[in-house]
Protein backbone atom coordinates (compact mmCIF):
# COMPACT_ATOMS: atom_id res chain seq x y z
CA UNK A 1 0.00 0.00 0.00
CA UNK A 2 2.87 2.57 0.67
CA UNK A 3 4.20 1.63 -2.64
CA UNK A 4 1.11 2.41 -4.57
CA UNK A 5 0.50 5.28 -2.39
CA UNK A 6 3.89 7.01 -3.19
CA UNK A 7 3.74 6.26 -6.73
CA UNK A 8 0.28 7.53 -6.80
CA UNK A 9 1.35 10.90 -5.19
CA UNK A 10 4.18 10.89 -7.76
CA UNK A 11 1.86 10.49 -10.66
CA UNK A 12 -0.22 13.27 -9.01
CA UNK A 13 3.17 16.13 -9.07
CA UNK A 14 3.97 15.18 -12.56
CA UNK A 15 0.20 15.97 -13.90
CA UNK A 16 -0.11 19.07 -11.72
CA UNK A 17 3.37 19.93 -13.21
CA UNK A 18 2.25 18.96 -16.80
CA UNK A 19 -0.73 20.94 -16.53
CA UNK A 20 0.96 24.18 -15.77
CA UNK A 21 3.43 23.71 -17.67
CA UNK A 22 0.69 23.40 -20.30
CA UNK A 23 -1.35 26.36 -19.07
CA UNK A 24 1.95 28.85 -19.23
CA UNK A 25 2.93 27.63 -22.71
CA UNK A 26 -1.39 28.77 -23.88
CA UNK A 27 -0.86 31.40 -21.89
CA UNK A 28 2.55 32.62 -23.69
CA UNK A 29 1.36 31.83 -26.88
CA UNK A 30 -1.72 33.82 -26.60
CA UNK A 31 0.38 36.41 -25.37
CA UNK A 32 2.49 36.31 -28.30
CA UNK A 33 -0.21 36.36 -30.84
CA UNK A 34 -1.68 39.16 -29.30
CA UNK A 35 1.39 41.41 -29.20
CA UNK A 36 1.62 40.62 -32.82
CA UNK A 37 -1.20 41.71 -33.71
CA UNK A 38 -2.41 44.23 -31.46
CA UNK A 39 -0.13 47.40 -33.70
CA UNK A 40 -2.11 45.81 -36.94
CA UNK A 41 -5.33 47.76 -38.04
CA UNK A 42 -8.13 45.52 -37.84
CA UNK A 43 -8.61 42.87 -40.44
CA UNK A 44 -11.72 44.51 -41.54
CA UNK A 45 -10.35 47.49 -42.17
CA UNK A 46 -8.58 46.16 -45.24
CA UNK A 47 -11.31 44.85 -46.72
CA UNK A 48 -13.39 47.80 -46.47
CA UNK A 49 -10.43 50.82 -47.07
CA UNK A 50 -7.57 49.17 -48.08
CA UNK A 51 -5.85 47.83 -51.35
CA UNK A 52 -3.80 45.27 -48.99
CA UNK A 53 -4.68 41.80 -50.04
CA UNK A 54 -5.23 39.16 -47.49
CA UNK A 55 -1.84 37.30 -48.07
CA UNK A 56 0.35 40.60 -47.62
CA UNK A 57 -1.82 41.61 -44.53
CA UNK A 58 -0.96 37.61 -43.27
CA UNK A 59 2.79 37.84 -44.15
CA UNK A 60 3.11 41.12 -41.88
CA UNK A 61 0.88 39.55 -39.06
CA UNK A 62 3.44 36.19 -39.38
CA UNK A 63 6.49 38.68 -39.55
CA UNK A 64 5.02 40.05 -36.25
CA UNK A 65 4.88 36.93 -34.25
CA UNK A 66 8.51 36.13 -35.66
CA UNK A 67 9.72 39.43 -34.18
CA UNK A 68 8.22 38.93 -31.15
CA UNK A 69 9.41 35.19 -30.60
CA UNK A 70 13.12 36.50 -31.33
Do not use: C
Amino acid sequence: QHFIAVRRNEADSIENINRATIVAELRNTYQTYHKSISHLPNPDAFISGSNMRGLEYLNRWAGGIENNIS
